[in-house]
């Protein structure tokens, strides 16, 4: 595995080219450190400091960093003491590139991306989630178009002062209602 440059600052962008790098995404928790050491100015941080963060046991927090560390989403900063080593995201922004887009190795991603819209429609009485569906006759490509330009303008208007939130799309056929009803 090659050693990534240093950061320079929230614009870089990783393109997941590699299949194992899209497996190390399959998984919530994967998903939030990855988010965590991604944002708030790319601070670095250990294990314990993430598994505080993210209200886990370190001891099973450190499983999801080792599978981050060696798909190469991740990699360790300088510094830190004895076994407690701090570690950065070696980009701001992920990208799954467009061959494994087309394939079918993207469920597990998207599973972890379901799992966690779930999750956050579980605490929905907190009043912070919102939804919105929309059924278009549009082709893929300018399904995708829209999806870019979404996170284009979500990256244009990001304050890094403000608490994160999730903006999550799909792009799908239309499935059939349950119960019969219509098609």
Do not use: W
Not at 14 to 36: C, D, F, S, Y
Not at 113 to 118: N, T
């Amino acid at each position: 595995m090659s050693e990534a440059a240093p950061r320079s600052g929230s614009s870089d962008v990783l393109t997941i080219e590699r299949a194992e790098q899209l497996k190390a995404l399959g998984h919530p928790l994967r998903l939030r450190v990855l988010e965590m050491l991604g944002g708030e100015g790319g601070e670095p941080l250990t294990n314990r400091e993430l598994a505080q963060r993210l209200d886990v046991d370190p001891g099973h927090l450190h499983f999801h960093v080792k599978m981050l560390l060696r798909a190469g989403l991740i990699e360790r900063a300088g510094g830190g003491k004895g076994r407690e080593k701090p570690y950065r995201a070696v980009a701001s922004t992920v990208r799954v590139g467009p061959e494994l887009l087309g394939s079918r190795l993207t469920g597990d991603l998207q599973a972890a991306m379901l799992g966690e819209v779930q999750t956050a429609f579980g605490q929905r009485e907190e009043g912070l989630f919102r939804s919105a569906q929309v059924t278009a006759r549009v082709t893929p490509e300018q399904g995708l178009e829209l999806i870019t330009e979404l996170v284009e303008k979500a990256q244009d208007l990001e304050d890094l002062s403000r608490e994160p939130i999730v903006i999550t799309a799909f792009l799908h056929p239309p499935g059939e209602l349950r119960g019969g009803a219509g098609s």
